[in-house]
């Protein structure tokens, strides 16, 4: 199972930029629904078009139920890119920023929003719904494995305006994910920050069976769109 930070350091090196999709092998080994075949940053009018495309239904696979927080599982479709965390609101230089449609059943991390319309802003982790997250390399998840920024106690780092109040550099901003057959797309509203380097990849993330430090890692990486993590595409 490939690990991110090993070739991490590619990602901030010079890369050949591609305009359009990052076109990615079918791989027997990955779970149909997880197996990229293409990824994709464009512009839009109002800010930038995240796309990825799967060799099965996207979202069709969710992450098993162990009925509590500690131990948790999540499911993601992930775009890391090379803009600054400070970009959506996070402390300058604190990791890379990525955009996350995820999906989890044992908690609800988006309490600004009722995403099935039930009247309860508590209940709506098992849906797919989208987060902006701070990665960095945490050797406490396993060697090589990355994890969501912490936020230590004590300190109060810069955050954006719809932190959902958990002890991670997350964001919970609201962009609907729109899933249809092979391919989900998250419309996102942001500023022009110039030239934006992507990637994509999916993986499983596990809340920390203790709730400690780290809190919350990248536990597989199912595939990765460029093969080597260096951000090849570019938005246009």
Known sequence: MPRLYPILIAALLPAPLAAGPIASPEKPETAAPYDILAAEVSRTETGLRFRMQTLGEAGSQQPEK??????????????????????????????????????????????LYDEDGDGDMANDGDRWHSHWVVLRPDEACGPGALAVRDIPEGETPKLPKTWPGLPLFIDSPGFVPQLDGDTITVDVEIADMGEVKFDGVTAALRVNANLHAPLLCVTDVFDVASGDLSLPGTAE
């Open 66 to 111: 162990v009925g509590k927080l500690e131990g948790a599982a999540v499911h993601a479709y992930v775009w890391p890119l090379s803009l600054d965390p400070e970009a959506v609101g996070f402390e300058a230089g604190t990791g890379i920023l990525a955009l996350a449609a995820t999906r989890h059943s044992d908690f609800d991390d988006t309490p």
